[in-house]
């Protein structure tokens, strides 16, 4: 496995890591989860069984991937972020068969200390603000702040706020890529500059 493991991980068998990846202090991958090439998987992080990690993940510092969670290319979590899988947990009731879906889309950031509800999506390189709690489906570059979660405005490819309303009929350019975002109600699409 071309991939660095720090020597006080644990990686269990059958555990599918990709070229690149970087496994740090203290991380466990059970034997079931899928990670890409180039993850990144923090100090002290945890991967369950039924966990798929895209390419070029970034997974910070005391992060738990719990069963049922799925990560497409280049999702960032921040520190100490939460996902859960159990909508209404109790210690004293098995609900392993009740575990929710969670789908994190592709170049989405999920602020340090938020918490991600299970059953949710979260869209295309939106932006959750740290200590935001999610917990409904999220629109391709929405950016989420507060508890519970709410839109306050949209966020680029690049990571920086645009200058858009949050519905209507209106698109501008990002300053740093030259691509054009295009809002039609309330979804923003981007249309890649070719220059």
């Known amino acids: 496995m071309s991939c660095q493991i720090h020597s006080s991980a644990i990686v ?4 599918q890591i990709g070229e690149g990846s970087r496994v740090w202090h203290f991380v466990h991958v059970c034997g079931g989860a899928r990670i890409g090439k180039g993850v990144s998987l923090g100090q002290n992080v945890f991967v369950g069984n039924n966990v798929v990690i ?8 005391n992060v738990s991937v719990y069963d049922n969670v799925t990560l497409e290319e280049g999702v960032f979590c921040g520190p100490s972020m939460v996902f859960t899988n159990v909508y ?51 629109p ?5 702040v507060g508890v519970p979660a709410r839109q306050i405005g949209w966020m680029s490819v690049h990571g920086e706020r645009l200058d858009l309303p949050l519905e209507g009929n209106a698109e501008t350019t990002c300053p740093h890529t030259g691509d054009t975002y295009v809002l039609k109600g309330s979804t923003l699409s981007c249309e890649e500059s070719h220059s």
């Open 12 to 15: 269990d068998d059958g555990a």
């Open 54 to 61: 895209g390419d070029l993940c970034k997974v910070q510092n």
């Open 88 to 138: 209404n947990p109790r210690a004293l009731i098995e609900r392993k068969d009740q575990y929710r879906d969670t789908l994190v889309r592709r170049g989405a950031t999920l602020g340090a200390n938020c918490t991600v509800v299970c059953g949710v999506t979260i869209g295309a390189f939106a932006f959750v603000g740290a200590g935001a709690v999610v917990q409904r489906d999220v």
């Open 140 to 144: 391709d570059f929405a950016l989420m």
